[in-house]
């Protein structure tokens, strides 16, 4: 056919892309998920051919990045090089597991990945970054400087020269020996008031004032007295000896019980009682306490006894299975500390032991001694009147008199009738005394969780910078395996000078200072202090001392062996030389510690009774004192309110509660220029220049070198988390409104103990993945919980043992600890779907 002279203008370059188009629709075999993965990323492919073609044909530079080098040069049957090389190679599907279509695009190397890391992630994170801010702002005080006047103390004896011991009915005999003996020249508001009435009156008391106010020797010197007029009285009247014959003696029977919940309480009164007694040698006092072997405590009692100091749960076993011990003759009961009897517990022992003074009590008039009380008084002490206190009191008291010690009341030092009538009947009063000394200033820090530890360090430098500035001082931490730690971390030195794994101890009454003087009469230590079983609970604290002042660290706990525990408060009481004591709450109640200038709660208080007595054990008897504790960032601060509801109405709380920056704390701490952190070189600047938040850093890295240097360190940081995580959970339900589980970071949280581990592989948080699907058995009281990721039943019980087994080698327990334990495996067999394990906390 002859040419007819048409012209067919096609594009040669769109129809190869349309036919390259039309193959790359066509993919065969494999299942439809796979054709359609691999038809998509073809897609992908010549989208981007086909822009890169656009670009070349403006002339615009191909941009760097994953096509940098690539070249178009000749097509292939209709296929550029250039859609070959942007499509992608497909990946190979291994173990079943259907490659992701976004990872797809673009080819990895392999080999270019690091190895995966095989033990648990370690998270190293800097201390000044991501920490949440406070909320609250500090009240501002009232301009009157010029007419600030010193608080008045208001447990302080009383200065007024009228009121006198022997004023209150006391003999001279004791009064005499008060003074010369004991250096107490006038009573407390609350002896005013207890001595009084206990003297004239034979009903029941309940003795409430605050602490460090004298309480021990309000019951202690109407007891002593008593039985001496009952000496006095059989001497008179008995015809068979002399007015000089001492007619009682340990064999005339047992006739007053002291109840105290803690040992460390129970050897105290005794000491008080052995010295007051200085008066009266042929009255004889003991004590029965656990922890001590009971063929001793027997031998004591088949001698004779007259007055009995003693835990209740001792004192049961002894009613129930000691002969010898005849409480016919007993007529005074007293109950030291009423609220911590009851909340330890006690209530069952408390019971039976008033039922069995009741039924061994001897007939009316059937008793040789004259001046014996017919009907036993029974004196309940407590700081606070809290439900279970009021519980207490119908138990053992009948017809009860409320005392209180208010030196500013002295028209009713009794505290009304209408008061004694609520306590009698049961029926409550009004407002609780939670209140702390007048002349007790309070501060509170808000520091973040990652700041704890060098915040607390950079307190306690400050605070024992200064030699003579402070010489006790004493940390509250919440459990046992808390304060191990924290006793580990100061007895070492991070500097450069590595571990001091074999520190000397050092004595209470030993001066560690080399630079001091040398003291004019050196007096001998202690034979406790030389016992070598608190040679590893008194060390000296490198990590806190300065060349001005030598520290000596001492830890108390309920773990500890008896011996240890009574020897260890012996000696901090007794001690001359700038100490530091890390104690849990086994330390908070009516322990009297000398000279103790600074409370610091490092975890606070699970409720605001037991920071009362906490912050009790300084302040005392009319002395200063100061407390500070540690609060988080959040809801926590808003237990502010607490400390200024601590004080009687009317104080000054602006100057009673006061803040502390954590920064400001952090800098007199960490900073070279204020003589706390020595340097090298005084002439150097850039040295005495160093920053603050350097210096911090540097501690903090240094405690996390030393978790990381040994197996051994690393379960004791695990052990101190974990139980903190636990003993956080038990605040009382009306504070949790501050202290919430919920809102705690635990990653910031374990670098406060040196870890860096994340706390879902120390049993504590969550696994979001199997948490999701596992949420129906989760527990609604606002614990944190731990879910095992393995998804198995098997995998929970394998952790659970584990964690059992780590438990049983903590060292020395207790018999409580190992029934706690004991508890803990019965119940785990009851466990809904086995998802909660030994740290499920709520």
């Known amino acids: 056919m002859a040419d007819d002279g048409m012209f067919l203008n096609f594009s040669v370059e769109d129809s190869i892309a349309a036919a390259a188009a039309n193959n790359t629709q066509k993919f065969k075999g494999g299942s439809w998920r796979d054709r359609l993965r691999a038809k998509r990323s073809a897609q992908r492919g010549e989208r981007v051919a086909d822009q890169k073609r656009r670009h070349d044909a403006n002339t615009v530079p191909v941009a760097q990045g994953r096509f940098e080098g690539r070249t178009r040069t000749h097509t292939h049957g209709g296929h550029s090089d250039e859609s070959l090389d942007a499509r992608p190679t497909k990946r190979r599907r291994e173990n079943g597991h259907v490659p992701d279509a976004g990872f797809a695009a673009q080819k990895r190397s392999t080999e270019q990945r690091p190895p995966h890391p095989t033990g648990p992630r370690e998270v190293i994170s800097s201390l000044f970054t991501y920490n949440p801010k406070p909320t609250t702002t500090e009240d501002e005080p009232k301009d009157d400087k010029g007419e600030e006047k010193p ?3 208001s447990n302080a004896p009383l200065i007024d020269g009228i009121d006198t011991f022997t004023s209150l009915g006391l003999s001279s005999t004791i009064a005499a020996h008060l003074l010369t003996k004991m250096n107490l020249k006038t009573p407390t508001a609350i002896q005013k008031a207890a001595v ?9 008391a309940f003795i409430q004032s605050e602490t460090g106010s004298g309480k021990t020797l309000a019951y202690l010197l109407p007891l002593v007295q008593r039985i001496m007029t009952m000496s006095e009285q059989a001497a008179e009247d008995s015809t068979k000896y002399t007015q000089d014959s001492l007619v009682l003696h340990r064999d005339s029977g047992l006739f007053a019980i002291v109840l105290a919940p803690t040992r460390e309480l129970c050897k105290q009164i005794s000491v008080v009682l052995e010295r007051l007694l200085g008066c009266a040698h042929y009255i004889v006092a003991g004590h029965v306490i656990g922890g001590e072997k009971k063929k001793s405590e027997k031998a004591r009692m088949r001698k004779g006894l007259n007055i009995l100091v003693a835990t209740p749960g001792r004192l049961v076993d002894h009613l129930e299975n000691t002969k010898v011990l005849d409480v016919s003759n007993v007529r005074w009961l007293v109950l030291d500390e009423g609220d911590r009897l009851m909340d330890m517990g006690f209530e069952e022992d408390i019971t039976k032991i008033v039922k069995t003074l009741d039924q061994k009590k001897r007939p009316r008039g059937s ?12 004196v309940l002490c407590s700081a606070t009147l809290k439900m279970n206190v ?14 209180k010690g208010d030196a500013g009341d002295d028209d009713n030092p ?8 609520a306590l009698a009947n049961g029926t409550g009063i009004g407002n609780p005394a939670f209140l702390a000394p007048a002349q007790l200033k309070q501060s509170y820090i808000v520091a973040a969780a990652k700041l704890r530890f060098v915040t607390l360090t950079a307190l306690l430098k400050r605070t024992f910078a200064r030699k003579g500035s402070v010489m006790k001082a004493i940390v509250f931490v919440s459990c046992a395996d808390s304060v191990e730690f924290h006793f580990k971390a100061f007895t070492t030195a991070f500097e450069g000078e590595g571990p001091t794994e074999n520190q000397q101890p050092v004595h209470g009454d030993a001066e560690t200072d080399p630079d001091a003087e040398a003291p004019e009469k050196s007096k001998p230590s202690p034979p406790s202090s030389r016992d070598p079983s608190i040679s590893d609970s008194i060390l000296p604290s490198p990590a806190l001392s300065s060349s001005h002042n030598q520290v000596t660290l001492y830890k108390l706990h309920g773990s500890l062996p008896q011996v240890t525990r009574t020897n260890i408060v012996k000696t901090f009481a007794s001690t001359t030389s700038p100490s530091l004591l890390i104690a849990t709450d086994v330390a908070s109640r009516g322990l009297d510690l000398p000279n103790l200038d600074l409370v610091i709660e490092y975890d606070p208080a699970f409720s ?16 200063d004192g100061r407390a500070i504790i540690f609060l988080l960032p959040g809801k926590e601060e808003g237990y502010v309110s607490v400390l200024k509801g601590s004080y009687k109405t009317g104080s000054d709380t602006v100057a009673n509660v006061s803040s502390m920056p954590a920064e400001e704390v952090l800098k007199k701490g960490f900073s070279p220029l204020s003589g706390v952190v020595p340097t090298k070189n005084k002439n150097d600047k850039k040295d005495q220049g160093a920053d603050w938040q350097t210096r911090a850093t540097d501690l903090q890295l240094s405690l996390e070198r030393f978790i990381l240097s040994s197996p051994q360190n690393k379960d004791l940081a695990k052990r101190a988390f974990q139980s903190h995580m636990r003993a956080y959970a038990t605040h009382i339900a009306s504070e949790r409104k501050w202290f919430d589980i919920k809102e705690l970071h635990l990653g910031h949280l374990c670098k406060s103990f040196g870890l860096r581990e994340t706390p879902s592989g120390m049993g504590v948080g969550r696994n979001k993945k199997t948490a999701s699907k596992r949420g129906r058995g989760a527990n609604d009281g606002g614990g944190v919980r731990h879910v095992s990721g393995d998804g198995g039943r098997n995998g929970d019980r394998a952790k659970m043992r584990e964690t059992e087994a780590d438990l049983d080698t903590t060292g020395d327990a207790d018999e409580a600890a190992r029934k706690m334990r004991e508890k803990i495996r019965m119940n785990r067999k009851m466990m809904m779907g086995a998802t909660a394990d030994e740290f499920n906390i709520a």
């Open 196 to 204: 009084s009435q206990m003297l004239k009156d034979d009903s029941d």
């Open 414 to 421: 009794e505290g009304g009738d209408e008061a004694a009538d």
């Open 390 to 403: 009021q519980k207490l009191g119908e138990i053992s008291l009948k017809d009860a008199v409320l005392i």
């Open 367 to 378: 008793s040789k001694w004259p001046g014996l009380p017919e009907k036993r008084t029974t």
């Open 608 to 623: 605001a009774e037991d920071h009362l007595h906490r912050i009790g054990r300084t302040a005392r008897l009319g002395r």
């Open 151 to 153: 608080t008045a103390p």
